[in-house]
């Protein structure tokens, strides 16, 4: 069964600080991984993608990496700020058409 | 550019009541989904559509019924409402054209409450 662990499940971090959340998958065909942001009361939007090939990508603050050996992704936030409270949520595409989500990384970014 | 698009954003129904939710999106998507998230347990997919014509059962379809009435739209029914369905509902879509830039677009969502 293709599954997508998280951690942690919940975050308190000062305004200002680095963070890392962690990504376990089991899933079988790899096809991609994506990080999603979940604003409060809003549906989930893409941050970034790593295919099989790629190590590391960035997207402003947002630095996600990807290590398809060991099945694990990492989402690296620096400098944070107040905006960036949400849940973040890994999702794992299999093949065509699955998408496996994990159930996230709930962040709070405290003054 | 609307994206998708749902409606209700909100609703209360009493145990027993039916209600559709309607999703509409204007990306020429061909795949459609529906999801509820309830605390602690993440997003699960209740059923979804590769293409016009087909849907699938996903991993929590027990209670829901689901029409892909065109390409754009995708509605959700629950025919007799239950208080276990209590919860957020969200519709996506994605475009499996593309299998390795397989984003789905999540609507707004819709807070469901039975009573």
């Known amino acids: 069964k293709n599954q997508v662990e998280q951690s942690p499940q919940s975050l308190i971090i000062l305004e200002g600080k680095n963070c890392t959340l962690q990504c376990n998958y089991t899933v079988s065909p790899f096809s991609n991984l994506r990080w999603y942001k979940q604003d409060t009361g809003r549906g989930p939007v893409s941050l970034t993608i790593m295919t099989f090939s790629e190590n590391t990508k960035s997207n402003g603050r947002y630095t996600a990496t990807l290590d398809a050996d060991t099945k694990q992704s990492s989402l690296h936030i620096t400098a944070s700020q107040l905006s960036d409270s949400a849940s973040y949520i890994c999702v794992v595409t299999s093949g065509y058409s699955t998408l496996t989500f994990g159930k996230g990384t709930m962040l709070l970014v405290s003054p | ?115």
Request: net charge positive.
């Open chain 2, 1 to 115: 550019n609307a994206g998708v698009t749902q409606t209700p954003k909100f609703q209360v129904l009493k145990t027993g009541q039916s209600m559709t939710l309607q999703c509409a999106q204007d990306m020429n998507h061909n795949s459609m989904y529906w999801y509820r998230q309830d605390p602690g347990m993440g997003l699960r997919l209740i059923y979804y559509s590769a293409s016009e014509g087909t849907t699938d059962k996903g991993e929590v379809p027990n209670g829901y019924n689901v029409s892909r009435l065109n390409k754009r739209e995708f509605s959700l029914r629950l025919e007799s409402a239950a208080p276990s369905q209590t919860s957020v509902y969200f519709c996506a879509s994605s475009d499996l054209t593309r299998p390795m830039n397989t984003e789905a677009f999540f609507g707004q969502g819709t807070r469901l409450t039975v009573v």
